[in-house]
């Protein structure tokens, strides 16, 4: 009756492989959630590669794919997703309203001449189905409340609900000059907050070099002010700056951390588990 969430991808924008990103993780936007018997995949970044490797391995696979957006960095490990490729695999797409479906673009990406692969020739079961601003649906154990939130071309949160925790996955969205009211009743009291930090504050306003400001990204500065309004237990900072190394990204974290201690950067591999509030005592 537990959440899981593991990270599989972390960085926005590409990939950042290296020594100096080997300890965060240097693959863009995946994470898995295991909600009692259902699984959730938040994003098919690069990471859905290793993803995929580890449950075509365990045998048939029925998840569902809740896709921020429709950007690259977002959707680039998908015709690298092992379970794709067997026809026991169901794998059930949602996204919100964008300015192409769904469908189509991921098609395009996986067509001549960008990929030797189309679409419509893989053995696996694929739906497709998309959801609007405050929207509330069932996928298998969990519930999902979808938000709409700031970025070029649409992007939408997502809160994950089961057992009586929460998490929410709030990413490639852009801060207001208040906190996004949208997002903070999407996040009101959430046990787990995974957001965009991928700007540091004088980044995002250009201080010393370009200005950052109607990219989409936040900073982390914007997550606390966020975790503070909405009551959120913890905080992890995600879609790292691609060239952002290890060290950086530690110096972000304790920056936060001195604000709102229940802090950290997300990291690849790195497990959290939700403990039912529902179970009962032995």
């Not at 926005?12 to 009692?36: D, K, L, Q, Y």
Request: hydrophobic share 40%.
């Amino acid at each position: 009756m537990s959440i899981d969430i593991r990270f599989w991808g972390v960085r926005g924008s590409v990939a950042s492989p290296g020594p100096e990103t080997a300890g965060v993780g240097g693959n863009t936007s995946c994470v898995e959630v295991v909600a009692g018997g259902s699984r959730l995949i938040l994003d098919a970044g690069t990471g859905l590669r290793k993803l995929g490797e580890s449950l075509a391995a365990r045998g048939a696979v029925d998840a569902t794919l809740l896709l921020s957006h429709l950007h690259w960095d977002h959707i680039q490990g998908l015709p690298f997703f092992a379970p794709l490729y067997q026809p026991s695999t169901r794998l059930h797409v949602v996204s919100g309203q964008s300015s192409a479906p769904c469908q189509e673009v991921l098609r395009r990406q996986m067509s001549a001449p960008t990929f030797p692969v189309e679409l419509g020739a893989l053995p696996s079961q694929l739906t497709y189905f998309e959801v609007r601003d405050r929207q509330r649906i069932v996928c298998g154990d969990a519930e999902v409340t979808v938000a709409r939130a700031n970025h070029p071309d649409a992007v939408y949160a997502y809160r994950i609900e089961h057992g009586g925790r929460s998490v929410v996955y709030a990413t490639d969205t852009e801060h207001y000059s208040c906190v996004d009211p949208r997002l903070k009743a999407l996040c009101r009291n959430a046990d787990v907050l995974i957001y965009d930090a991928q700007y540091l504050p004088s980044e995002y306003v250009g201080e010393g070099g370009l200005s950052r400001v109607g990219w989409g990204h936040s900073t982390w500065e914007a997550a606390v002010a966020l975790a503070e309004a909405a009551g959120v237990e913890a905080l992890m900072l995600f879609h790292h700056d691609p060239g952002r190394d290890d060290a950086a990204v530690a110096e972000i974290e304790a920056m936060a951390r001195a604000r709102f201690p229940n802090t950290v950067a997300a990291r690849e591999q790195t497990v959290t588990r939700l403990a039912s509030r529902h179970a009962k005592a032995a």
